[in-house]
Nanobody, 124 residues
Framework: QVQLVESGGGLVQAGGSLRLSCAAS????????MGWFRQAPGKAREFVAA????????RYSDSVKGRFTISRDNAKNTVYLQMNSLKPEDTAVYYC?????????????????WGQGTQVTVSS
């Protein structure tokens, strides 16, 4: 059974930083791309960032490009999201997801396993 467990969320002031982690188990982690999505209250879940199986290719939404960095450590079965220069509009529940393939994608249906999410709150 595939499990994805996010951690690292919390409350931070605008301009601050957080690092999210997602630990994976139950499938060969290094064979699949990984992604981060987020969902704010009353809004649809939206793509944030994705990384290829090897880590050499990444994609970002325009809203986080230049502020967030996705990375992975296949030896630790973990994917990370470093979030800098946080803004109040980044407030959301952040979810990590494991893809069906090896390339990064912003398409929601491309991901077949999801974590439970971790809350990120940015105060102004």
């Amino acid at each position: 059974q595939v499990q994805l467990v996010e951690s690292g969320g919390g409350l931070v002031q605008a301009g601050g930083s957080l690092r999210l982690s997602c630990a994976a188990s139950g499938r060969t982690f290094s064979r699949y791309a990984m992604g981060w999505f987020r969902q704010a209250p009353g809004k649809a879940r939206e793509f944030v960032a994705a990384i290829s199986w090897s880590g050499d290719s990444t994609r970002y939404s325009d809203s986080v490009k230049g502020r967030f960095t996705i990375s992975r450590d296949n030896a630790k079965n973990t994917v990370y999201l470093q979030m800098n220069s946080l803004k109040p509009e980044d407030t959301a529940v952040y979810y990590c997801a494991s893809a069906r393939g090896i390339v990064p994608s912003q398409v929601y249906l491309y991901y077949d396993y999801w974590g439970q999410g971790t809350q990120v709150t940015v105060s102004s």
